[in-house]
C-alpha cells in the first residue's frame, strides 16, 4: 500500500497549499487548509442592504424572487425615442405588481378622492387606461406601494416583536418597488412632454396628477426633514413639491382640449363643476379674521410690490377655505399653489418672510384633510420648517396656524374613525 501511494502519478498542488508547505520539516501528515470564501461585491442593492448572500443570478436573484419585490438586477427597458408606446398593454408580470395594482384599485382608489362616483372611475376606468401607458401604469403602481408601506407602518404599533421583522422586511420590499416605479416612470413622463399629441394627452395629465400625490408620499412616509431652500442637487422638498403640482395646470393647458372628452375627462369634471370662488361656502370667523388682519400688515409694512402680490395669493387662500366649508371634494386644497401668482412663487424661492407667512395659513388649509394617508404629516412639518427660516418679525403670524392645526388634530382623529367606516380614507 505504502508502495503504490509513492508511485502515484503527483498532482498539481495548488499555491496557497504551497505557501503552507514552505519550511515545513515536521515528520506527520501534512494539514492542508482551505482558502477562506472570497466575498462578492456584485451583489444585488436589495441583498447588500439586508446584507444577506446575493446568488448574482441575471434578471433577478434568487432571495428577491423568494421575497417578491424588484431586483436591481432587472434590467430596465429605456426607451428609444422621446415618444414611449402607449397602443400595447403594459404587461404586468409579477406576484407583486399584481398586488399593487390590486390594492390600487380596492384601497388607494378611495383615498385619491371622496367623491363616490370618482372613486369608481378611479377603480375602474383609470386603471383601464393605465394599462394602455407604461408610465402611467408604473405610477399607478408606485402610489400604490408607498400607501401599502404606510398601511403596514401602522400594524407595527400593535404586533409583537417576532411580526415586526417580517413587517419591516415588506415594508422595506414595498419601498424598494414604490420609488423604483416612480423613477422609471418620471424619466419616461418627461420624456413624453416633448412631444405631446392627443393620443397620449389622457395619460399625461393623469400621470402629472399622480406625480404631485405621489411625491407627497414619498416624503410623507419617510418624514424627511424639509427645508424650504433649495440645495445644489435638486431643491427642496417643499418647493419640489409645490412646482410639480403647479407642474399639473401646466399639463392641463397643453392638453385639456382632448382630455376633456376623453376617458380621463371626470377628473376635470368633477372639479370644474364643483365650483371655486369666494361665494360658494362661508369661511369661519377666525380664518376671516386672521387672513383680514394679514392682509392689512402686509398693506401697512411690507413693501408695495410684495405686498399686492401676497395680498393676491391670500385672496386665492381664502377661495380655498370657501370650498372646503362648502363640502368641495378635498382636491380644492391644491387648487391655491396651482392657481398662485409666478411673482408669489419667486418670493417663496427667495425666503421671503411675507410669502412664509401666507404659505404657514395654507397650511391651516391643507391640514383639514390630514386624515389622509399621503397628506398625514405634511402640514405640520411644514409649518415648522416656516417656523425655523422665518424672521421673529414675521414669526408672530404663525401663532394662529399653530394654535388652529393643534386644535383640528383632536377632532380629526374622531373623524377619521367615520371616514374609514364609510370606505372613505384608509385604514
Given at each position: 500500500m505504502a508502495t503504490r501511494l509513492l508511485h502515484q502519478p503527483s498532482r498539481k498542488v495548488p499555491s496557497y497549499v504551497q505557501d503552507v508547505r514552505v519550511g515545513c520539516n515536521c515528520a506527520g501528515p501534512m494539514t492542508i487548509y482551505k482558502r477562506s470564501h472570497l466575498k462578492s461585491r456584485n451583489g444585488c442593492i436589495q441583498c447588500k442592504r439586508r446584507k444577506v448572500k446575493c446568488d448574482e443570478s441575471p434578471n433577478s436573484c434568487g432571495p428577491c424572487i423568494k421575497r417578491r419585490i424588484r431586483?436591481?438586477?432587472q434590467p430596465v427597458t429605456s426607451p428609444s425615442s422621446p415618444q414611449p408606446q402607449t397602443t400595447s398593454p403594459h404587461p404586468v408580470s409579477s406576484l407583486l405588481d399584481l398586488e399593487?395594482?390590486?390594492?390600487?384599485?380596492?384601497?388607494?382608489?378611495?383615498?385619491?378622492?371622496?367623491?363616490?362616483?370618482?372613486?369608481?372611475?378611479?377603480?375602474?376606468?383609470?386603471?383601464?387606461?393605465?394599462?394602455?401607458?407604461d408610465y402611467l401604469l408604473q405610477y399607478v403602481l408606485s402610489i400604490s406601494?408607498?400607501?401599502?408601506?404606510?398601511?403596514?407602518?401602522?400594524?407595527?404599533?400593535?404586533?409583537?416583536e417576532n411580526q415586526k421583522s417580517t413587517i419591516l422586511l415588506k415594508i422595506e420590499g414595498y419601498l424598494v418597488a414604490a420609488n423604483f416605479y416612480h423613477d422609471v416612470a418620471l424619466s419616461s413622463f418627461r420624456q413624453s412632454l416633448a412631444n405631446i399629441t392627443a393620443e397620449d394627452s389622457h395619460a399625461l395629465f393623469a400621470c402629472a396628477a399622480l406625480i404631485a400625490m405621489t411625491s407627497l408620499a414619498q416624503s410623507t412616509d419617510s418624514l424627511r426633514t424639509?427645508?424650504?431652500?433649495?440645495?445644489?442637487?435638486?431643491?427642496?422638498?417643499?418647493?419640489?413639491?409645490?412646482?410639480?403640482?403647479?407642474?399639473?395646470?401646466?399639463?392641463?393647458?397643453?392638453?385639456?382640449?382632448?382630455?376633456?372628452?376623453?376617458?380621463?375627462?371626470?377628473?376635470l369634471y368633477m372639479r370644474d363643476t364643483e365650483g371655486y370662488?369666494?361665494?360658494?361656502?362661508?369661511?369661519?370667523?377666525?380664518?376671516?379674521?386672521?387672513?383680514?388682519?394679514?392682509?392689512?400688515?402686509?398693506?401697512?409694512?411690507?413693501?408695495?410690490?410684495?405686498?399686492?402680490?401676497?395680498?393676491?395669493?391670500?385672496?386665492?387662500?381664502?377661495?380655498?377655505f370657501a370650498g372646503i366649508a362648502a363640502g368641495c371634494d378635498y382636491s380644492?386644497?391644491?387648487?391655491?399653489?396651482?392657481?398662485?401668482?409666478e411673482d408669489?412663487?419667486?418670493?417663496?424661492?427667495?425666503?421671503?418672510?411675507?410669502?412664509?407667512?401666507?404659505?404657514?395659513?395654507?397650511?391651516?388649509?391643507?391640514?383639514?384633510?390630514?386624515?389622509?394617508?399621503?397628506?398625514?404629516?405634511?402640514?405640520?412639518?411644514?409649518?415648522?420648517?416656516?417656523?425655523?427660516v422665518i424672521g421673529e418679525q414675521w414669526r408672530t403670524w404663525l401663532a394662529w396656524p399653530w394654535e388652529t392645526i393643534s386644535n383640528m388634530a383632536s377632532g380629526q382623529r374622531k373623524n377619521r374613525v367615520l371616514l374609514v367606516s364609510e370606505g372613505l380614507c384608509c385604514q
Open positions: 431586483c436591481s438586477f399593487l395594482l390590486h390594492n390600487f384599485s380596492t384601497e388607494t382608489s378611495l383615498t385619491i378622492t371622496t367623491h363616490v362616483p370618482l372613486q369608481q372611475f378611479y377603480r375602474t376606468t383609470f386603471v383601464t387606461e393605465a394599462l394602455k401607458t406601494a408607498f400607501h401599502l408601506a404606510q398601511q403596514h407602518q401602522e400594524l407595527l404599533v400593535s404586533v409583537d424639509l427645508s424650504l431652500t433649495a440645495n445644489q442637487e435638486s431643491g427642496s422638498t417643499i418647493m419640489k413639491w409645490l412646482v410639480l403640482i403647479r407642474g399639473v395646470n401646466s399639463v392641463l393647458r397643453e392638453t385639456r382640449e382632448w382630455v376633456c372628452v376623453g376617458p380621463m375627462a371626470p377628473m370662488g369666494s361665494s360658494i361656502g362661508k369661511v369661519g370667523d377666525d380664518v376671516t379674521a386672521h387672513l383680514d388682519r394679514l392682509s392689512a400688515a402686509f398693506l401697512d409694512s411690507a413693501e408695495p410690490r410684495v405686498a399686492d402680490v401676497c395680498v393676491g395669493a391670500i385672496e386665492l387662500l381664502r377661495q380655498s380644492i386644497v391644491f387648487f391655491w399653489p396651482v392657481l398662485v401668482h408669489y412663487m419667486a418670493l417663496l424661492q427667495s425666503n421671503r418672510p411675507e410669502a412664509l407667512v401666507v404659505l404657514g395659513s395654507y397650511c391651516v388649509l391643507l391640514h383639514t384633510q390630514n386624515w389622509c394617508w399621503w397628506i398625514k404629516g405634511w402640514p405640520a412639518h411644514m409649518l415648522k420648517t416656516i417656523d425655523e
